[in-house]
């Protein structure tokens, strides 16, 4: 257990430096630093792997007060590189849980610094940018933090969808469904695919460098590129099949890295946002139906606008309400269509999960 009296130390790639307490495991740890807005739903936070190679800062004051559940994940271990935050707590007043933050961090690998001023810190970020950090309980000398965090790559030009991909084929839903998926994972949520199968159908999900030939041995009626981490325009490989996806006139349904790499299939650059989107309340208006919705986010990444206008292929169906940010889009002469956003929420509201029922829709028109 954590000697909540330790110190620990926050450096930024600035020269930013914060000063707090030791929570989860004793250690070092460094990566891209970001931040999340929503007040709950931590733990499907941490092991979302779209935050694989990432530190982060959880903006609610309290976070742990409802301890951890085995059932409350996005996948199978805890993804995100280092926690911050202003109260970890220790305590907890979910009976169901299973155990406390700290215990499950410890048990996690994850190395976390609490008592830090996460509305300063996020405020700088916001000013500054996305950069990377390190933080650390075992090591206090500034000096020799600097060397380990430089080096550090930066997240342009990362692929991280090969660290979090599954490693083996595996189906999901009714064998003897109509509707049948090839699921591309490059770092998939699980509620994504319990999503899926909800809706009927039959997955399949393939490794992320799943040449076309195998994933069309599935037989499937559509295709599902997933979310996951990294830099999309560093994935060659994952471009060129999407491509190959596209030709074959089937149903395309795209969410986050699967949006950016539809994107770049179609020759429209991605680009690396200043600080990204991340919580459970941003602001969407569906530019077709004229309605707005609260979404789900979670990128450091998006589709250059202007581009995609000029492609009169393409129609944007989705634009964010804070920074006109582009949220959606789809093919006029294809059946491809993708989102930024999160429809699966997990943590967040289910505003958007009627895209899911569209793509079913477009499965069983096609």
Known sequence: MSDFSNPAILLLADGSIFHGKAFGKTG???GEICFNTGMTGYQEVFTDPSYYGQILITNNVHIGNYGTKKTDVESETVKIKGLIGRNLEEKYS??????????????NNIVSIAEIDTRALVTHIRNKGAMNCIISSEIFEIEKLQQILSDIPAMEGLDLANEVTTKEEYELGDVNSDIKISVLDFGIKKNILDNLVARGAHVRVHPAKTSLQRLKEFNPNGYFLSNGPGDPSAMSYAISTVKEIIAEDKPVFGICLGHQLLAL?????????H????GLNHPVKNVITGKSEISTQNHGFAVDPEKLKEDANLEITHVNLNDESIEGFRMKNKPVFSVQYHPEATPGPHDSRYLFDDFIELIKNN
């Open 28 to 30: 070092t740890a460094a």
């Open 94 to 107: 979910r009976y169901q849980a299973d155990e406390s933050l700290n215990d499950y961090l410890i048990q």
């Open 265 to 273: 299939a179609n020759n429209i650059p991605t680009f690396k946002m």
């Open 275 to 278: 600080h990204g989107h991340r």
